[in-house]
């Protein structure tokens, strides 16, 4: 009886502890940078490969807008293109020199085979092609 309320002890201790305690939270990580800059032209194109990914499996990407221009630089609008792909930002608004904004893309395979998608940043100084591409595997 001693042991049974023993364990029924620490598993409330257990429970009652503050979640940070067992999982530490993963700070993003920047996959990719793309650069507002001066001598780059109006239209300026990037392309990424996701990893081979698991159908019905998420990976995420973040890719970093850094202004080097020497001007203030506005983010008109961001949009996404592509069935497989979600995302989420914080690039809107205006971008001053040196300021950046963060975009972090998903890839979600429902079929196995190729996919492909593309994030549009409509600036005030052009437009930025981001083009995504990824594999849906089975396993």
């Given amino acids: 009886m001693k042991a049974l309320c023993l ?20 700070k993003p990580t920047v996959t990719a940078e793309l650069v507002i800059d001066n001598d780059r ?7 990424y490969t ?3 990914t698991p159908t019905y499996y ?3 990407s973040t890719f ?3 202004n080097n221009a020497d ?5 008109n609008n961001v949009q996404l293109w592509g069935q497989s792909f979600t995302y989420n930002t914080n ?8 300021q950046s904004c963060f975009t972090q893309v998903g890839f ?15 600036l005030s100084s052009g437009t930025i092609y981001l083009d995504l591409y990824g594999w849906g595997t089975y396993y």
């Fill in 7 to 26: 364990m029924t002890l620490s598993a409330l201790v257990l429970l009652a502890a503050p979640v940070s305690t067992y999982a530490s939270v993963e």
């Fill in 41 to 47: 032209g109006s239209s300026q194109y990037y392309s």
């Fill in 50 to 52: 996701f990893p081979n």
């Fill in 58 to 60: 998420t990976r995420y």
């Fill in 64 to 66: 970093r807008l850094t």
């Fill in 71 to 75: 001007c203030d630089v506005r983010v």
């Fill in 91 to 98: 690039c809107y608004g205006k971008l001053r020199p040196g």
């Fill in 108 to 122: 979600r395979p429902m079929w196995e085979g190729y996919h492909n998608g593309q994030v549009r940043f409509y």
